[in-house]
């Protein structure tokens, strides 16, 4: 997309590059060498503040730059060879850019080349947050490596962390994508100054930092536990999913002509954040539809990047999952959190009732003060 504004152009420094190259007559006039949709930040911070448009000339020829919506550069006349022209993008909004860079010999003949630019000052940066499960870590947990999660909301690029101790000295030096973890181990109970530097491709920074300390406390294990109707906790209206006819608030999953697969998602509010240290288990209490019959379903938890299923057995029973949990690839403060499990029925001639659902969690919590 153009810029809508138009501004004219810098006076920009032209820097010839040293060389002959023996033309050919087949060769064209101008072929440009800057990659095809080049990103920079003129924004002073050092970091692809400019940006080398590289081209090169068949023979001598004077040269100009269009940029359109900005403005024409007139470069001279450069010899044959290579040669570079920086644009520095003053006045220029943030956008997309187009440049022609053109060619005319002493003969007037002409010849074209077209590359293409973007420019971004930083915006998309400001949006940027780092995310902690929390800024203490506790080493000496009994039965735990105890780690401190952190999640960059910058996608692509890498984020970089450094961790210093109170003296300066550094703890820790990495670059993670998504997600990083800290142990603390090894290191004195105390603060420690974290500095996570956010950039892209545009050559756009950002620092923000966190305090994080190393305690020689250890956490305590909790178990918190809800159950509820299914009903009341269906987490939206699915395909195959009715009011049962068998139990107060329960739920009928059964497939239909417009239902292959039949699905009741419970939703609960979680007491804490479903970080990686999170473990959860269900319990489905239902039957089959109709009473006697030997019809089952399938009860899902979630555990990391996997499902596990537990059939139910026949008749009115209940059916406890083994022990399942968000997986670190996954934790993401900003998103609403993925399901924790299902009921699921697949067989066409199958139909069960869920009466009512107990979700147990398993999770770590810092010590009383």
């Keep these: 997309m153009l810029a809508r504004v138009l501004v004219p152009v810098a006076t920009l420094a032209c820097v010839p590059v040293l060389g002959v190259a023996t033309a050919r007559a087949a060769d064209p006039l101008v072929e440009v060498d800057t990659p095809h949709s080049a990103a920079f930040s003129p924004n002073g911070d050092g ?38 022209w920086r644009w520095d993008g003053h006045g220029a909004p943030n956008g997309s850019y187009r440049l022609v860079v053109q060619a005319r010999t002493r003969d007037g003949r002409t010849g074209r080349d077209t590359t293409f630019a973007e420019i971004d000052r930083g915006q998309s940066l400001a949006r ?107 987490l939206f209206p699915r395909c195959g999913t009715s009011p049962s006819a068998r139990f107060v608030h329960g739920l009928t999953v059964a497939t239909g002509p417009a239902c292959d697969w039949a699905f009741f998602i419970p939703r609960f509010d979680l007491p804490v954040d479903a970080d990686p240290d999170v473990t959860w288990r269900f319990t489905v209490a239902g039957g089959p539809t109709t009473p006697g019959s030997d019809q089952t379903a399938l009860v899902y938890v979630a555990d990391g990047l996997d499902v596990v299923a537990t059939r139910t057995a026949t008749g009115d029973t209940t059916t406890t999952t083994p022990w399942g949990g968000p997986h670190a690839y996954e934790w993401d403060p900003e998103r609403e959190p993925e399901p924790t499990g299902w009921v699921l029925v697949h067989d066409p001639d199958t139909s069960y009732d869920v009466a009512e659902v107990t979700l147990e969690v ?7 003060s």
């Design 47 to 84: 970091h692809k503040d400019s940006l080398p448009v590289r081209f090169r000339l068949a023979e001598r020829a004077q040269v100009t730059v269009r940029i359109p919506d900005v403005g024409t550069v007139d470069l001279g006349t450069r010899g044959p060879g290579p040669s570079v």
């Design 362 to 368: 398993r999770y770590w919590a810092p010590p009383a």
């Design 128 to 234: 940027v947050r780092v995310y902690t499960t929390r800024t203490t870590v506790y080493p000496q947990t009994p039965g735990k490596q105890d780690r401190i999660y952190v999640r960059s909301t910058k996608e692509g690029n890498a984020t970089e962390v450094t961790v210093r101790d109170r003296a300066g000295a550094v703890v820790t030096d990495t670059a993670f994508r998504h997600w990083w973890s800290w142990d603390g181990a090894g290191q004195p109970a105390g603060e420690y100054d974290a500095t996570f530097s956010v950039h892209d491709r545009f050559g756009n920074r950002r620092e923000i930092r966190r305090t994080l300390r190393v305690s020689d406390d250890h956490l305590v294990q909790e178990t918190w536990s809800a159950t509820s109707p299914a009903a009341d906790v269906a």
